[in-house]
């Protein structure tokens, strides 16, 4: 054939795309520039310098080590002061616990002399070895059912948002765009300030944390899930669609079944998300264990805090390899 | 009662990246007819067949089933009366083979067993029917259908396209993977399905035996534009060159007949 | 609100604390309440002063453990009424001030001029709204004249960032400091108080204002009598800090919470926006 | 053929997912109960039907009315004494500005009495008609630089972990497990959390906040990343692998063209997650809108709080366009 | 260098569903020679094939390549000297025809330009040959390939498989989408290479003329089991029956060829 011809080989890019490169590197040096980029990288440097030994000290290591070498040893036990237990019966203790008399110097500030003096108290203590594990524990739990219930409820929002957004699912413009319009601002509220608003509507408690967490949620479900639809291999719906089935069917028996895995590992990341998002709105009356987190970390818990990080990541770990065995088992 | 199943009417399609697929095409196809569409690769033959559900829309021209223009109103009621044979299957590969057989007939279904999935004895006995008649015995039916052989699908697809007895067939190169034996089998059972329930089929193909063994009329694209309309008996060597081109089909002319 | 229905109790930890914690320092003064009067209460704690004011005044919290501040806040909206204030040692009164690097050459809040100083929640009298006021009293427009405000969001980041040298001095409350010394978050000998604040009254325990007088009547009887009600002993008395207190004084007038609200009159809303929109800015 | 065996057809679903089903409504039931979605449930239908007027009043309604109304009239203006401007130019005011006299009323204490008496004021303000919706826009400007640079870095981070993660890529199971307990490790840490920890080592400005919100971003990135190069079509990639090519040669030249869509709709996800995420950690002094909104919120200024939010929603809004458009271009 | 191209010895395949693709299946196919295998749809055809390049891992028995066992050791350089052609084409949908064809260069390439996509000057200019031999122009080279008909895909993936000279071909039907005439200067153009390079091809078809028409020799699987080994001449009408079962094909039996 043409030997001429077939010397057309097309070129691996334009120079529209050069253009756009530039323009980006160009932003981003920019933008670098006023958000300090170059110096954290030298302080990254330099910690990891000195994390190797090659140079004595850095900041941010000095900053990091002080930190976190205080998050060990993990706190696990609990001790109260018998005389704080409303009823306390001595005779009738919880699980593994025993009756300790501790004598205690606490340090107090003098507000006539502005010095730290020290003071001198005995208490008898109620020692839980694993008193503290038990409460983060539970504590956990209940972040876990606020972020179940708050996936719940955001699928229930979302998926029908989504439905809506899709292109191939829905064919009108004008809902598509209130569809898009509906996600956007779902998710356009953080969802700190959507749960000071709730809690003043709903009151303190659970229900405004689930629906701080919900609302977003459906805004990211209907976004990603509609997505997903969108992205699909378009071939098997064509064929439904071909012989005539409702759109019902072509969601049921072709879209569906497709996009399964990835709606559930979707629905996943919003729980696993959910629950780390309620230690931070759980501080505003939520429930969960945000407000444990938050308030050890502000009386200077340490070790507490610790405890509950670790907690938080076995807990993550755990929703991983469960999610990721889901998807498997969908896949 | 006399209008065409299906009529092209001056039809033609220039696709959004400019390729031009179809050029002036207009061809009636009568009720019941076995109409066999040749046709080099890349001369319009999948188009053609999408226009006929409106899978892909004309540029230029329009199409009519059983006399009424195929429109976004008309095209869900004139779908139902439509089977297709995919070119490249279109399963659901993550659904059984079952219920890929089943997805033909939801059109005909209530919404709660769209949902449910819960199909009628009826119909599950006729979706395994169909399974059987296309060679897929039971140990097929629950079998993912991404795990079957390339043939293997083509046949489900077949089988789907039959669920509702449609009065029309479109088949895109239903015969491509599957051997000589079942090739024939098949298109044997689209004739006898047609046959009998007065259905129209329009069918393209590659082999031009079968074409002739099975087609009731023949028509040829070439670049987009009809170049043959005729009987089994009119596609001689010449017809076949100007289908073609000039070398017309080697393993004929080379002798393959001969062997 | 009938007996039926329990009152909404919200805690606010004034300068930290957990839910658990807090519930366990106010639960047995509220079981004794409920065996005392038969009003039942429902307690949750939280931890933003702006949602306490909101719910007390949308009718959603009945009764409220709040800093002085917000207390001010919601009592000028019309919708809280002091019931009782912890009393300790015959005083209702806590300290904040700034510290600051033993080294450091500070001798008063004068010298916080040009320097880098850190506060916390905007509406906490002890981490900013005293402090601030000790700084507009010493003579400096804290936006002009400071070097750099931190807003921290709480005493602890406000000690953190003073113990890691981010800023030169930081305000919280001496209380805040006893436990980070405590816990040996900071080491007592590095650090000084360049400032004591003037005292200020103790976070109160409000009520709401459109609670019926009968029932406020009956509360604020109860509390003035806590010691006695059946199955209290001392240690289980709490208030700010969860600290062990003497008892609730009902008859605390709410005059003294004045001193309060000359300070929040010197921090007015203006100078907020101003130190907000200075604090942002790097 | 064989009539009898065609009447095999295979039901639908087998009596194991029916216990499942039934195991996860008994979960979300009993969960339920203890989140109070009962009255979750009948608070929100109360005011529903408030809203619709068919019952007077209810407490939900109300509270929404309360907070939500008071984010309107939205505030854009800002004006300021000019006694506390230095250096005060009435001759060279800011653009669209103009002076104004106003006198007001104010509560104030007098020290000598201890009582609140009214006092009249008269004072010079400087009024800026938009100034506060410039004051909202440049730091929007800020917040997404540094959402903008925790993408990047997410990205940075995010994508070699997910090549660690991914099945199709990486063959080695302890590589991949690796790489999984790295991608579990940086999603589990909450960044309220490590945004505290950042900023003591890196000090307050944006860098602590880009780097929280990076390290998490990595976390989402080599998740959701990873998942996708698994869920691609595997044949085009086989297709490669059956040449004998590289496994860099299959991930250029077949996962990453068939992925891209995808990993661009995620990043921008991620930028714009950032976005409003800083609006939480900007309060542990990580630069941003974060402390504009969360200042504004505590002293009462819903109108400002409103005109950020809207803001924020504008922002989000043109950033999922923006998107759309890209991922449309990409597919 | 007289170690057969291509050993199968004692193969079997179970897939993990249970479905028993490959039955004891022992086939040596000596360097140069063009083999066709033949098998009714399901009989494992594509199994075989896929098993010559470790693509599938027999359950049972082993693969030589040249002489050397085929592990996983050994694959990747083994793999470099064999060019597949797919049944369902695998092309990169969203990549031109220019890099889809490319692809198959990638194994000689360094990893800068794997990366930046800058390929050779010479390597361009043989994608282009291959294109234009499968009959695919320059107006193709830039459109992206699911925009393809069946047929022009399959195409770019059997240029593709040529990209790098390889000594072994493996097709599985490489034409079932393609009319007659491309077909046949597409088997053409694969011996013409096999007999000038001595290359060696293994090719599953359908299209039992086709395969009389070129293959050096004809190997028959039906239900995972070897049933024919000889000649195209020894393909008789029995020998048909027993690959496809007892009514044979029946475009022939029918009189097809009458037509
Ligand atoms: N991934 C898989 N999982 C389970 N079974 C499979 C899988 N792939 C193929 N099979 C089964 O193995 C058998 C042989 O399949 P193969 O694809 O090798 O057939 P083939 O001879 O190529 O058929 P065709 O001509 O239809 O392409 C078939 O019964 C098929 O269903
Ligand atoms: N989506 C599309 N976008 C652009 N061009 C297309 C598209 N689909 C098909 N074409 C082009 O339109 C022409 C006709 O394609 P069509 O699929 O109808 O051919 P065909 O006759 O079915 O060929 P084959 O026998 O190879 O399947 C071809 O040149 C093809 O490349
Ligand atoms: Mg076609
Ligand atoms: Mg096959």
Redesign the pocket.
């Known amino acids: 054939m043409n030997s001429t011809a077939a010397w057309h080989y097309p070129s691996p890019f334009g120079t529209r795309t050069v253009a756009i490169v530039i323009a980006a590197l160009a932003l981003l040096w920019i933008t670098g520039q006023r958000v300090e980029i170059g110096r954290m990288i030298s302080m990254t440097g330099e910690a990891a310098l000195a994390a190797v030994g090659l140079i004595p000290e850095s900041e941010v290591a000095d900053g990091f080590s002080a930190v976190a070498g205080k998050l060990f040893p993990l706190q696990i036990s609990t001790s109260t002061e018998v005389s704080r237990i409303e009823n306390f019966d001595p005779a009738n203790l919880p699980l593994f616990a025993h009756i300790e008399t501790v004598e205690t110097t606490t340090q107090a500030l003098n507000p006539d002399t502005l010095e730290m003096e020290p003071r001198a108290e005995r208490t008898t203590v109620l020692v839980e070895p694993v008193g503290y594990l038990v409460h983060v524990a539970a504590k956990m739990l209940e972040t876990l059912e606020i972020a179940l219930w708050g996936t719940v409820i955001a699928i229930l929002i979302g998926f029908p948002l989504a439905l809506g957004a899709a292109r191939n699912i829905t064919h009108s413009p004008a809902l598509r765009g209130l569809a898009g319009a509906a996600i956007s601002l779902l998710r356009s509220i953080p969802e700190m300030i959507s749960a000071l608003f709730l809690v003043i509507a709903y009151g303190f408690g659970p229900i405004a944390g689930i629906l701080a967490l919900a609302f977003y949620g459906a805004g990211y479900l209907g976004k990603v899930y509609g997505e997903d639809m969108e992205g699909l291999d378009p071939r098997p719906q064509e064929a439904l669609a071909a012989g005539g089935a409702t759109m019902l069917a072509q969601l049921r028996w072709a879209v569906l079944p497709q996009a399964m895995p990835r709606f559930i590992a979707a629905a996943l990341y919003v729980l696993d998300r959910n629950m780390r998002m309620a230690t931070v709105i759980g501080i505003v009356g939520a429930g969960g264990i945000g407000q444990e987190l938050k308030g050890r970390y502000d009386m200077y818990d340490y070790g507490h805090v610790g405890t509950i990080l670790v907690v938080i990541f076995l807990v993550v770990f755990l929703l991983d390899r469960a999610a990721a065995h889901l998807r498997r088992a969908a896949l | 009662m006399d209008a065409p199943a299906i009529s092209f009417r001056n039809i033609g399609k220039r696709?959004?990246?400019g390729?031009r697929?179809l050029d002036d095409v207009s061809l009636d196809v009568p009720r019941g007819q076995f109409c066999v569409l040749l046709?080099?690769?890349?001369?319009?033959?999948?188009?053609?067949l999408r226009m006929a559900n409106r899978l892909a829309e004309p540029t230029e021209g329009r199409v009519l089933i059983e006399g009424r223009d195929l429109t976004l109103r008309t095209v869900k009621p004139i779908r139902r009366r439509i089977g297709m044979i995919h070119?490249s299957f279109n399963l659901v590969g993550r659904l059984s083979v079952a219920s890929n057989i089943m997805t033909g007939a939801l059109p005909a279904l209530g919404p709660t067993r769209v949902l449910t999935g819960l199909f009628p004895e009826t119909l599950k006995t006729k979706a395994c029917m169909l399974a059987a008649s296309v060679g897929l015995g039971p140990p097929h039916m629950s079998r993912r259908a991404d795990s079957l052989s390339g043939g293997q699908q083509q046949r489900v697809g077949i089988a789907r396209a039959f669920m509702l007895d449609p009065a029309i067939v479109l088949a895109?190169?239903p015969v491509a993977s599957l051997d000589p034996r079942i090739s024939t089998d098949i298109l044997g059972l689209i004739r006898d399905q047609a046959r009998v329930r007065g259905a129209t089929v329009l069918c393209?193909l590659?082999q031009i035996e079968l074409a002739r063994a099975f087609a009731d009329r023949i028509v040829a694209?070439r670049h987009?534009r009809l170049v043959f309309d005729g009987t089994p008996a009119d596609l001689d060597r010449s017809a076949i060159r100007a289908i073609y081109g000039e070398a017309g089909p080697v393993p004929i002319a080379s002798g393959g007949l001969a062997a | 609100q009938t007996a039926t229905k329990p009152l909404s109790v919200v805690l606010i930890p004034a300068d930290g604390g957990t839910e658990s914690g807090t519930i366990a320092d106010y639960q047995p003064v509220f079981n004794a309440i409920t065996r005392s009067t038969g009003v039942r209460f429902d307690l949750k704690v939280a931890q933003s002063y702006g949602a306490v004011v909101e719910a007390m005044c949308g009718g959603r919290a009945d009764v409220a453990f709040m800093g002085p501040v917000t207390y001010l806040q919601a009592q000028k909206r019309g919708c809280a009424k002091l019931l009782a204030v912890g009393v300790e040692n015959g005083q209702s009164v806590y300290y904040a001030g700034f510290f600051a690097r033993k080294e450091a050459p500070f001798k008063s809040v004068k010298d916080l001029r040009g320097k880098r100083v850190a506060f916390g929640d905007v509406n906490s009298a002890s981490s900013f709204v005293f402090p601030m006021a000790m700084v507009i009293e010493a003579g400096l427009d804290p936006v002009r004249d400071l070097g750099e405000i931190r807003m921290a969001g709480s005493h602890v980041n406000s000690l953190a960032a003073l113990v890691q040298g981010r800023v030169d001095a930081a305000a919280l409350s001496f209380d805040s400091y006893e436990k980070a010394v405590r816990q040996g978050a900071v080491d007592p000998k590095k650090f000084k108080v360049i400032a004591k604040s003037s005292p200020i009254p103790y976070p109160p325990i409000a009520v709401n204002s459109r609670m019926a007088p009968k029932l406020q009547a009956k509360l604020r009887a109860a509390f003035a009598d806590i010691a006695h009600a059946p199955g209290m002993t001392p240690e289980m008395i709490r208030g700010y800090g969860g600290k062990r207190i003497d008892g609730y004084d009902v008859k605390f007038p709410a005059s003294k919470f004045n001193v309060a609200a000359s300070r929040m009159a010197l921090v007015d809303d203006d100078l907020k926006s101003r130190i907000l929109t200075k604090s942002a800015s790097r």
Chains 1, 4 share one sequence.
């Open positions: 696709y959004p990246d390729t697929a046709g080099p690769s890349g001369a319009g033959k999948s188009t053609l070119q895109d190169e393209s590659h694209l987009g």
